[in-house]
């Protein structure tokens, strides 16, 4: 799911940078007047704003002068970086772990050491510390409270949420520039008084009202719907 969402905001990135079809929200001379009505510059631009935001996080947010959102970039970004780096922690804990279970079980058993663990004995302290924290006895490691395979499972699910916090800050980091660009597209919409919200019943109770013999109340609503109870909503402009 990751995967597909970061595929899809690579794909918008890329017909933005590309030079595609530019949507203008209105004509150039209008776009200006609003942009000059609103206290930005007529040569306020999307594309100033998405090279802003790609460049330093928060920069086109800050072009467009919604900084209340600059925050939440920042928050996102350290939260994600920091999830990485724990989830990278423990996956080379119990890489090291896994490592060391895999020597000292070879040991054991009296068989030749790998030459690609040959040093499993130098992460002696990061399987001790691995069984402390599962609760296991650390007075006699030659016994493996733990052993191999249990730790490289555990390893290579630290390694795949590790993968997705890279992934997720990927997505985030896209989002935002985004997020800066369709935001100045937005400022030259201009909302004025011709917008009109008209929401009427349909179905339900009204309904029982129509052909009750009551003429004044006939062709007030409109006619009852199968669907059931509901609104019906139009929008005016």
């Not at 040569?43 to 939440?72: D, M, T």
């Not at 054991?108 to 663990?117: E, F, M, V």
């Not at 980091?173 to 030259?188: G, P």
């Amino acid at each position: 799911m990751v995967r597909c969402s970061v595929g899809v905001c690579t794909v918008l990135l890329c017909l933005i940078l590309g030079g595609g079809p530019a949507a203008h929200a209105q004509p150039d001379s209008v776009r200006a007047a609003i942009l000059k009505e609103k206290g930005f510059s007529p040569e306020h631009s999307p594309r100033k704003a998405l090279w802003r935001a790609a460049a330093v996080p928060g920069w086109g947010q800050f072009y467009n002068r919604q900084y209340y959102k600059i925050p939440f970039v920042y928050a996102g970004l350290a939260g994600l970086a920091y999830a990485i780096f724990r989830m990278n922690q423990n996956y080379v804990l119990y890489r090291h772990a896994a490592v060391f279970a895999r020597g000292q079980a070879l040991q054991n058993k009296g068989r030749t050491i790998p030459d690609a663990i040959s040093d499993w004995k130098a992460f002696r302290d990061d399987y001790r510390k691995v069984v402390r924290e599962a609760g296991g006895n650390t007075e006699n490691l030659e016994d493996l409270p733990l052993g191999g395979s249990q730790l490289r499972r555990v390893r290579d699910k630290f390694r795949q949420r590790r993968d997705l916090s890279i992934l997720g800050t990927g997505l985030f980091y896209a989002l935002t520039i985004l997020d800066a660009y369709v935001s100045a597209h937005l400022l030259a919409f201009n909302v004025d008084d011709r917008v009109a919200l008209n929401v009427r019943p349909v179905g339900g109770a009204h309904a029982l009202l129509r052909g009750t013999g009551q003429r004044g109340l006939r062709g007030a609503f409109p006619p009852a719907t199968p669907g059931g109870p509901g609104l019906r909503v139009r929008v005016s402009f």
